[in-house]
């Protein structure tokens, strides 16, 4: 069945619950979360990323996130929380929806590295 973008977006912003800049700072500071930046890396050249955040580029993901492959990134366990940002929200929401799907149960969206960056929240370069 065909969908749009669109529809995409609004079943993973169902799925992803959103959380503030506050929100994370709190669930980083208790530890074992994994905060992912999706964003492609010329981006993160650009701006940096969340200190500590790991880099999965959104077109790597599903390869990176599947335990059963051998380009599984060993940082992602599905007994692991899950922050994931993008530039926008877009792009995480979407991962976050991906990462459900794979049996991730607890899955964030942070939304956009600029919201997190203005809220004061630490950035590495």
Not at 12 to 40: C, H, W, Y
Request: include cysteine.
């Amino acid at each position: 069945m065909p969908t749009s973008v669109k529809e995409m977006l609004a079943a993973a912003n169902a799925a992803v619950p959103k959380i503030t800049p506050d929100q994370a700072r709190d669930m980083m500071a208790k530890g074992n979360v994994v905060v992912l930046d999706v964003r492609d890396a010329p981006e993160i050249l650009a701006s940096g990323k969340v200190k500590g955040a790991v880099h999965i580029s959104r077109g790597m993901l599903e390869f990176r996130a599947d335990p059963e492959l051998p380009s599984h990134d060993k940082t992602l366990t599905k007994d692991k929380p899950v922050i994931l940002y993008c530039a926008s929200g877009g792009r995480s929401a979407l991962s976050g929806k991906v990462l459900k799907d794979m049996g991730y149960q607890e899955v964030y969206n942070l939304g956009g590295f600029k919201e997190w960056a203005d809220a004061g929240g630490e950035v590495e370069r």
